[in-house]
């Protein structure tokens, strides 16, 4: 047995609606990675969970907000908090302020990704350190909806390096580089107040890369990658 089918031994079959959205949703077509920075949407999002092991713990919470026209659009906005069968530890609960009660009385599961999916279309994501979202995320789309997830990830945490070298081995946290610009983060470890944040790096990213000629996704995927590889020598 592999290690995939040890983590999601039961995926329950899903009921004709909920079947029916998944299947709308894979229909569209992916985002292409010449999405224009000043003219395309984005999804810069967050998520809470139970801690940090990336095998061990679950989704508790997924906050996201869109960037479209190189503006970051409130109304565009999405936050869930999945239900859970038992809350977290107290200790857990400190970090992201979600009480037993809400967690207990979220959104079901199904509903609540499906919900997502829908918010987030076929438009790239955006993120903070993308191996955990990606990782949470996608483990709890395919015990509970069956999917695959694949999608285009950009990770903020390389490209903000790599559009600043000279602040590349000061800063390694989104705390460190949200406060290098001034950005206010009204509650942090709330993944939509996160991902506000992120969004708010994410435009100040996207400022210095037109500087630098770079104008779509694309340039900034090169660029993260470029900045693995430095960081990997270093």
Do not use: C
């Not at 984005?42 to 508790?60: C, Q």
């Not at 945490?157 to 590349?168: C, F, I, S």
């Amino acid at each position: 047995m592999s290690l995939w089918s040890r983590w999601f031994p039961d995926t329950p079959p899903l009921d004709p609606e909920a079947a029916q959205r998944l299947a709308a949703w894979q229909a569209l077509t992916p985002a292409s990675k010449t999405a224009r920075l000043d003219h395309d949407r984005f999804v810069v999002m967050d998520v809470e969970t139970t801690g940090l092991s990336l095998t061990r713990d679950h989704l508790i919470a997924i906050g996201a907000v869109a960037v479209k026209g190189g503006r970051i659009d409130l109304d565009d906005s999405f936050e869930v908090v999945l239900q859970q069968e038992t809350s977290s530890g107290k200790d857990n609960i400190l970090i992201h302020g979600i009480g037993g009660t809400a967690q207990v009385g979220g959104i079901a599961p199904v509903e609540a990704l499906l919900q997502f999916l829908e918010y987030l279309g076929p438009d790239p994501l955006i993120a903070f350190h993308v191996t955990f979202d990606e990782t949470m995320t996608r483990r709890a789309l395919k015990k509970t909806l069956g999917l695959n997830f694949q999608h285009t990830w950009l990770d903020l945490a390389y490209v903000a390096p790599g559009l600043y070298p000279e602040l590349a081995r000061k800063y390694r946290a989104l705390d460190d580089w949200v406060e290098h610009f001034h950005i206010q983060n009204f509650a942090r470890h709330s993944a939509l107040a996160d991902s506000l944040a992120t969004a708010q790096l994410f435009l100040v990213t996207m400022e210095t890369a037109r500087q630098k000629n770079i104008e779509d996704l694309k340039g900034l995927i090169e660029l993260e990658k470029a900045q693995r590889w430095v960081s990997r020598t270093e």
